[in-house]
């Protein structure tokens, strides 16, 4: 049976299954609520791009506003383990319980697999794996000195011109056999045995059966994504879409998830029985350009009509709306964008360019002047600045010089 809904509520469903269909929470942000945040997601994806902060605090602002980094930190070396690094959507933060599912389908897309390296090679393997077992993490540069091997790099066909050990390391890495216990100041990971991580059950990884695996790391994909096509669900966690298609419609015959059609389109959605349509959604955020519920951008413009690029790598001239760009979220709609920087030696949030949707509402700017105030104060910087770059700057500029900014939303 095939249900039909419309634009609206399938955005309402959306918000919901992200934690963005309400204002936030007013009550001081603990560690717990920072877990079933996380829970909610499934995965954070993690970048190295620093505009305003790492890419995986983000999303858990735009969900709970101001809160301590330092708690997902915790969370992320806690025992027993509950979130580790992984390949999932890209390099993320994942729950325990999605490392043995994910392994296997890794294993099929890393370019650098154990397969590919010499005698020389698996020698260094079993050198880093034993090493592991008995040193404290460590960088690969850590790894290089206590080998004594010089931390060189070299040209490689795949990779980021790694050293050897680099390369070894992360091979290991993304074939399950090694893990991490957090990253260094310098966004390094530090590498670990896997057995320190994950004692026990979920250790051996190639027992595990792929077809398994997909139906369980599809059926949170659905979770996640309050409803999906099977193109979305497959990219939550880097699956090939042809054969999630088959384990999709297959979950379908066994009455495990629902299709659904949304006026207007012809594409099949999936959500999972039971899932509750919230009447309205009253949310605010600022997103994240690598936040999940954008992480899919055919799936954005579909639903929330939305036209959304990351632009880092395109040449500054041949930019749109700039370098790092978040979607603001207003209600059940994406409203409009901006293009932002944290200036910590002037300790001001740059406004370098704000963008309306043309069907914001009228009082989009002063929504968005309370929202980028509260990530002002978050990241302890002291002013707001815009430049006069976009079509909303100006009424942003003027709400900002206003003292009754729309604040209900904290």
Known sequence: MTTTISASQARRLALAAQGLNRARPTAPVTRGAVGRTFNRLELLQIDSVNVLTRAQYLPLFSRLGPYETSLLDELCVAKPRRVLEYWAHEASLV???????????????????????????????????????????????????????????????????????????????????????????????????????????????????????????????????????????????RLPVRESSTVLESLCERSALQRVMVEGQKDTYYRLPGTVIPRTATGRALLSPFDSLVFNRRRIEKLFNFNYRLEIYTPHEKRVYGYYVLPFLLGENLVGRVDVKADRVGSALLVRGAYAEPSAPGHTAAELAAELRLMADWLKLETVKVSAQGNLAAALEFALSSPKSADNHK
Not at 176 to 197: C, D, M, P, W
Not at 219 to 228: Q, R, V, Y
């Open 95 to 237: 729950k325990a319980e999605h490392f043995a599912d994910l392994v296997p389908w890794q294993r099929r897309t890393w370019p650098g697999s154990l397969e590919g390296l010499d005698e020389s090679g698996h020698s260094l393997a079993s050198e880093i794996r034993e090493l592991l077992l008995v040193a404290p993490p460590l960088t690969a540069r850590e790894v290089s000195e206590a080998l004594g091997r010089e931390h060189l790099k070299e040209t490689v066909e795949w990779g980021w011109n790694w050293s050897a050990v680099k390369r070894v390391l992360e091979a290991l890495f993304a074939e399950g056999q090694i893990s991490t216990h957090g990253r260094n100041k310098q966004f390094e990971r530090r590498y670990t045995a896997l057995g320190r991580v994950l004692p026990g059950t979920l250790l051996d990884a190639d027992e595990v059966d792929p077809g398994e695996a997909m139906e369980r790391l599809l059926l949170a994909s659905a979770k996640a994504h309050g409803l999906g096509t099977a193109h979305c669900l497959a990219d939550y966690f």
